[in-house]
């Protein structure tokens, strides 16, 4: 199936709404039934009906259908967030006893629940480097359950094999899930390579104008079954219909966006490579990357999101660079419109935070949809107080 049909046919029945080309949104919590039998036939299949939208509902479905056919999956899941998309995947596999292999440096609240939320109900679990295929299988122990991926991460974009670790994942019988936020499906298809479970962050490329959080899981028929039936039900972290409309919208152009942010970034990414004030740049699509070879085999390509560490001498340098940049808004998240900055200086010496693991001079950098010039020409400014 074409990536144009799926975001512009798949789904819609615009026959049963007046033939309209957006479609409706159906922002109703409850439908009706014509008769008894009709109530009970229904209620033996809640997934595959509308009775409740905590449940099923009309638009979100639409969105759904669409989600699992780019991720070349059977089924998709919608969630009010990423966060909750992944907590969901990952309850869905693990009862108290059992352990959990993770990459290191996974997105900070899937560290968190790990770290601090499962371990409460008795899952252990262990952080390994996901680049090295002997550590995840030397980390694998009798009571493991999952293995838990993120390729490539969204900070310093380490990799990980996935056609290797899903058969890592079937030898040890483990439930293989990762974080594909970063690729979004139109540049990365895990489940084609063998992983069990994709979950994203909706927020980022697929919605991508920075007004929705959302989050997704998607998988087989008989996986989403079971989410559907105990944690999606049971924790109720739906998305609105209202929302789900507005990431169906977002989803119409995200080839065009994230296809604009990649070729911007090349630029930028030249200039930066130029300039006697950057040290190194960090993207999984450059040939100085560490897992280019990696990169390329599995990626079909990505957009414009990277990490430079600068030259400078002190952090205070460091925030001057940021106080003269125009173009380019201070803020966490990736994946809108608008090119983003972020400054992991400013995440040291935080009151109650550890600091970071990775060094103050990086630089996280989103590249939107501006002209390639403009960020250019702000990003030249600001090093020029280095
Ligand atoms: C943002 C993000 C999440 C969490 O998604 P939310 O929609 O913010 O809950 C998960 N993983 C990655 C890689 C992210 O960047």
């Known amino acids: 199936m074409d990536i144009s049909h799926i975001i512009n046919q798949l789904g819609e029945e615009r026959e049963n709404y007046f033939n309209a080309v957006s479609p409706p949104i159906i922002q109703s919590s409850n439908f009706a039934f014509k008769n008894f039998r009709a109530f009970k036939s229904a209620m033996a299949n809640e997934l595959g009906n509308h009775i409740y939208t905590r449940g099923n509902n009309p638009t979100v479905a639409i969105l759904r259908k669409k989600l699992a056919a780019l991720e070349k999956a059977e089924d998709a899941l919608v969630f009010s967030s990423g966060a909750a998309a992944i907590a969901n995947a990952v309850i869905s596999q693990v009862q108290a006893g059992d352990h959990i292999v ?3 440096n996974p997105y900070s609240w899937t560290h968190t629940l790990l770290s601090k939320f499962l371990s409460r109900f008795g899952v252990e679990h262990d952080f390994v480097d996901g680049r090295n295929l002997d550590a995840i299988q030397s980390a694998i122990k009798s009571n493991t359950k999952v293995l838990y991926l993120e390729s490539p991460n969204s900070l310093t974009f380490e990799l990980q094999d996935l056609k290797a670790c899903a058969a890592i994942a079937k030898k040890h019988k483990l439930i293989s899930i990762i974080d594909n936020s970063y690729c979004s499906p139109y540049y990365q298809n895990p489940i084609s390579l063998g992983i069990d479970i ?13 007004d929705v959080v959302n989050g997704i899981v998607c ?10 039936h105990h944690e999606f039900m049971t924790l109720g972290a ?6 789900a409309f507005l990431v169906m919208r977002g989803l119409r152009t995200m080839p065009l966006r994230m296809e604009r942010s990649f070729t911007t970034a090349l630029k930028v990414i030249a200039f930066l490579k130029e300039h006697p004030k950057v040290e190194k740049i960090m993207f999984p699509l450059d040939p100085s990357f560490d897992q280019y070879e990696l990169a390329k085999k599995q990626m079909k390509g990505c957009a414009g999101f990277f990490t430079f ?7 205070e340098k460091v925030e001057l660079f940021f106080s003269k940049l125009k ?3 201070l803020a966490v998240s990736w994946g809108g419109h608008e090119s983003l900055i972020l400054p992991i200086a400013a995440l040291y010496g935080i009151e109650g935070r550890p600091d ?6 990086l630089v996280r ?6 002209e390639a010039d403009v960020l250019i020409k702000d990003l030249e400014t600001a090093l020029a107080v280095l």
């Open 309 to 315: 560490s600068l030259k400078a001498d002190s952090m």
């Open 238 to 243: 739906i998305i609105s219909p209202n929302d």
């Open 219 to 228: 998988s087989s028929k008989v996986i989403i079954n079971k989410i559907f």
């Open 198 to 210: 994709v979950v994203h962050s909706g927020t980022k490329f697929i919605n991508g104008h920075s």
């Open 356 to 361: 970071p693991v990775i060094p103050w001079n």
């Open 365 to 370: 950098m989103y590249i939107g949809l501006e």
């Open 102 to 104: 993770c990459v290191q």
């Open 327 to 329: 173009r380019f808004l």
